[in-house]
């Protein structure tokens, strides 16, 4: 927040804008940051066993594309070996942003 810093601060009367915009902004943070926690730990897709599994299933994707298609996607994508767990859950997380395995995935 932007807010002018007059010398004097302390009288409340002499800057009602200013004491309103820093109460209000101090507000809208804690209406903002002060619910309830997200609940993405609770979400299975997003967990490491999720997130490998969905690597996996996005090489098996990624195989089943043509080849003008498999051009088009990473080259890092085509080195990931599906017996590494580690590669899946960074290819998994890549697959939950790719929009086009997403649109299959849905239907």
């Not at 800057?15 to 902004?25: E, G, M, S």
């Amino acid at each position: 927040m932007i807010m002018p810093a007059p010398a004097d601060l302390k009288p409340l009367g002499r800057y009602p804008l200013t004491w309103t915009l820093l109460a209000l902004n101090v507000l809208i943070f804690v209406m903002i940051f002060n619910g309830r926690p997200d609940n993405y730990a609770d979400q299975k897709i997003l967990q490491t066993d999720g997130i490998e599994i969905t690597g996996r299933l996005y090489s098996q994707y990624l195989e089943g594309l043509s080849a003008a298609e498999q051009l088009v996607k990473p080259k890092w994508i085509h080195n990931m070996k599906t017996t590494n767990p580690e590669q899946m859950e960074i290819l998994g997380a890549y697959a939950l942003r790719d929009r086009s395995f997403l649109n299959i995935a849905e239907t």
